[in-house]
């Protein structure tokens, strides 16, 4: 399977004759879009939950990113070395000492690959599918019962107090993605509306305390083992806003910003954890999130699982402030502790106004 990067480089290649070299060699020519690289293959060669491997050269290897089955083994490997394996159907195949046979029964080797750094001709560039904009006035009509598209609703500005007594959603372990907080594959198809995509938030984080996943505690009603999303909505209706509790690199993988659109759009106030992905700590910060780590990591290890959670001093909040955080335990005892921030002057403007479009249409 061939995926081109864009239109532009499918008709490139079509133009310079390797797409029909691909093709007489047995290629399927995939969409110009994101497809077995997030888990959109529509696989029917074996059932799922098969283990198997193969090998590709997109960009991420995340358990079941490729097929949505968690058993695919998938490694990563150059264009030319995926390109050899699949003509020699040999995982081990190695073309410095290894031959094929050709159509006269001869052995041969792999010619080293050469080629272009850049097509000689430039690119093929029709601009299909381009729009050009029709200025201010035009009007975006979306169908009220569309379960595909949404038209997006501003998020609520920081009222200006602290959070107080905020419930834990989830205290995830672990490793912990984009992927794991907005699984993409067939929720794809609501990636144009936010609240259905928002359905399947965290639906793939490891509970800290039960190792369930996807799941956790309502901590208003003491039920258990209901889904992360079912959870914030019941606190969303409630009026509740939420707290996030993060493991290592939080957040990350694919630069997915329904990872932290979904978690706003639900009524998450804040994400503390003991570090982050960089790209991932971004997007939270753009949707009005207010992203913290914890400056003893070992804290992670203080937040109960029927903890409210309060985030003191946010009148005060500057780049460089240290952000008190205190525990409100079920048993009626508290524990303070600190977080820190990586919040500029500017960021911290998309957090009080609720969002950096929030800031932006402000200010246009």
């Known amino acids: 399977m061939v995926s081109p990067g864009s239109q532009l480089v499918k008709d490139t290649i079509a133009r310079d004759g390797q797409l029909a070299t691909l093709e007489e060699a047995g290629a399927v020519m995939l969409s110009n879009s ?19 491997s193969l090998v590709n050269s997109f960009n991420r290897n995340f358990r079941g990113r490729n097929d949505g089955n968690p058993e695919t083994l998938s490694f990563l490997a150059s264009p030319e070395m995926v390109t050899i394996m699949a003509v020699s159907g040999k995982l081990d195949f190695n073309p410095n000492t290894d031959t094929l046979l050709n159509e006269n029964g001869d052995a041969v ?46 998020f609520t500005p ?63 009603t003491g039920e258990t083992g209901k889904t992360f999303s079912e959870t914030a909505r019941a606190y969303k209706k409630e009026g509740l806003q939420f707290v996030i509790v993060g493991d290592e690199n939080y957040g990350e993988g694919s630069s ?64 460089g402030s240290e952000i008190e955080i205190v525990l409100n335990h079920a048993d009626g005892g508290t524990e303070s502790i600190s977080a820190v921030h990586t919040l500029n002057d500017e960021q911290i403007r998309w957090f009080k106004s609720g969002s950096a479009l929030n800031l932006l249409r402000s200010e246009s």
């Open 34 to 52: 994101c497809g077995p690289c997030i888990g959109q293959w529509q696989r029917e060669d074996i059932p799922k939950g098969t283990r198997n």
């Open 109 to 154: 080797k792999f010619d080293p690959p050469t080629g272009d750094d850049l097509p000689q001709s430039g690119y093929e560039d029709n601009k299909a599918g381009y729009q050009a904009p029709k200025g201010g006035d035009t009007k975006v009509i979306v169908a009220d019962d569309s379960q595909r598209l949404q038209l997006l609703t501003p």
């Open 158 to 220: 920081w009222d200006g107090k602290d959070f107080d007594s905020l419930p834990l959603l989830i205290k995830a372990k672990g490793k912990c993605t984009t992927d794991h907080i907005s699984p993409a594959g067939p929720w794809l198809k609501f990636r144009g509306h936010l609240d259905n995509i928002s359905d399947n938030m965290l639906s793939g984080a490891t509970n800290a305390f039960t190792d369930e996943v996807g799941k956790g505690k309502n901590l208003l």
């Open 256 to 319: 997915r910003e329904h990872a932290a659109m979904s978690p706003r759009l639900l009524g998450c106030a804040a994400v503390l954890v003991k570090s982050f992905a960089r790209i991932h700590e971004t997007n939270l910060k753009k949707q009005g999130i207010l992203a913290m780590c914890f400056k003893d990591g070992s804290d992670y290890e203080k937040i109960q699982e029927n903890d409210r959670i309060s985030v003191k001093g946010l009148t005060a909040l500057a780049p």
